[in-house]
């Protein structure tokens, strides 16, 4: 009785680790792809229950906005749409040239497709910023 017992603790036991090992890899993320250089302004466009716009040309408030976005970690593809809380940032360059960034809920939306996405409560603790400094 005592051997069965332990066959079955370690057979359990690999079983949980083989599993382990599975999800980790299964999970991995990548970072948002963001310009190096630094935008000159920033427009934010805020489509909760309700709507906002805001803008800054702040260069602090924009390199807090830009590291913030930095952080946000890409996972895996998701069909979960939300439409009452989205976020678009659109940066734009001295050059005229613009970087777009959505993100709905907890999800960040790349050519249409919405991925799981951490990070965005700091992109929107620094949004909040900007929108304070317009009200």
């Given at each position: 009785?005592?051997?069965?017992?332990?066959?079955?603790?370690?057979?359990a036991g690999l079983t949980i680790y083989g599993c382990s090992n599975q999800t980790s890899?299964?999970?991995?993320?990548?970072?948002?792809?963001?310009?190096?250089?630094?935008?000159?302004?920033?427009?934010?466009?805020?489509?909760?229950?309700?709507?906002?716009?805001?803008?800054?040309?702040?260069?602090?408030?924009?390199?807090?906005?830009v590291e913030a976005i930095r952080l946000v970690e890409i996972g895996s593809e998701t069909?979960?749409?939300?439409?009452?809380?989205?976020?678009?940032?659109?940066?734009?360059?001295?050059?005229?040239?613009?970087?777009?960034?959505?993100?709905?809920?907890?999800?960040?939306?790349?050519?249409?497709?919405?991925?799981?996405?951490?990070?965005?409560?700091?992109v929107r603790e620094q949004l909040e910023k900007i929108v304070d400094e317009e009200i």
């Amino acid at each position: 009785m005592k051997k069965r017992i332990a066959v079955f603790v370690i057979m359990a036991g690999l079983t949980i680790y083989g599993c382990s090992n599975q999800t980790s890899f299964s999970h991995t993320t990548t970072p948002v792809e963001i310009k190096e250089e630094m935008p000159v302004k920033i427009h934010y466009s805020r489509q909760w229950e309700y709507s906002l716009e805001a803008e800054t040309e702040d260069p602090e408030a924009i390199k807090d906005i830009v590291e913030a976005i930095r952080l946000v970690e890409i996972g895996s593809e998701t069909q979960m749409a939300t439409m009452d809380y989205t976020d678009i940032i659109r940066l734009i360059y001295a050059d005229g040239s613009e970087e777009v960034f959505e993100f709905e809920e907890n999800n960040i939306v790349i050519d249409e497709k919405r991925y799981e996405a951490t990070g965005i409560r700091i992109v929107r603790e620094q949004l909040e910023k900007i929108v304070d400094e317009e009200i």
